[in-house]
């Protein structure tokens, strides 16, 4: 192998590291969006009465976002992204445990856990988009504004749930938005992913 050879064969090394990367997340982004979205619709048709299955329905909707964030953790090279979702997948399955035992105790004890929940996850993946903003995996504005509205709307829901007559519907517009924000990220990484390709031909 000659120097010339060897030099652009390690080049091209971390260009198909980030490649692999942004196609694994691409892949993430678009099944977490999708089942988000297929959550929100069984959701809606079965919160109301609180009985075992919305319980049910409660637990894994947080434990998709554990295992969602468990196989990004696997895929992803970068220290200071992996700290943030390995916290993420560890809230949300302590999430998880509290949905199931929250709803048991009605309600309000119900939004208020998802709301506390929907705060610091939200934050976190505010975190993580910015620290993803960059040439490979794009500006991030779908995950930057799907953690800044998850910040709020949790906090919304921490009142309502002292507030009068607190209800769960507003979990499937919750959880619609946030697919549709993965879906639309998702598209946007395979809009930068053929770019690339083009300008590469």
């Not at 969602?68 to 992803?76: A, F, K």
């Not at 960059?134 to 009142?159: D, H, T």
Request: with cysteine.
């Amino acid at each position: 192998m000659t120097t010339t050879t060897a030099n652009r064969s390690i080049l091209a090394t971390p260009t198909r590291l980030r490649s692999a990367n942004r196609s694994s997340l691409l892949r993430l982004y678009l099944i977490r969006g999708v089942l988000a979205v297929l959550w929100a619709a069984a959701f809606a048709k079965g919160h109301d009465p609180l009985d075992a299955l919305a319980i049910t329905l409660l637990v894994i909707y947080p434990l998709i976002d554990a295992v969602s964030s468990l196989i990004d953790y696997r895929s992803m090279p970068r220290d200071a992204e992996r700290r943030i979702t390995a916290f993420n997948a560890v809230l949300s399955t302590l999430a998880a445990i509290a949905m199931g035992v929250a709803g048991s105790f009605g309600v309000p004890a119900a939004l208020a856990v998802f709301g506390a929940w929907a705060v610091i996850a939200g934050a976190a993946q505010l975190v993580l988009g910015l620290r993803r903003r960059g040439r490979e995996l794009g500006k991030q504005w779908p995950m930057l504004i799907a953690g800044g509205l998850s910040f709020l709307v949790g906090i919304s829901y921490g009142i309502r749930a002292f507030g009068e007559q607190p209800s769960l519907a507003v979990l499937s517009v919750y959880a619609t938005g946030g697919g549709v924000f993965f879906i639309i990220q998702a598209g946007l990484l395979a809009w930068r992913a053929r770019q690339q390709r083009c300008a590469a031909n």
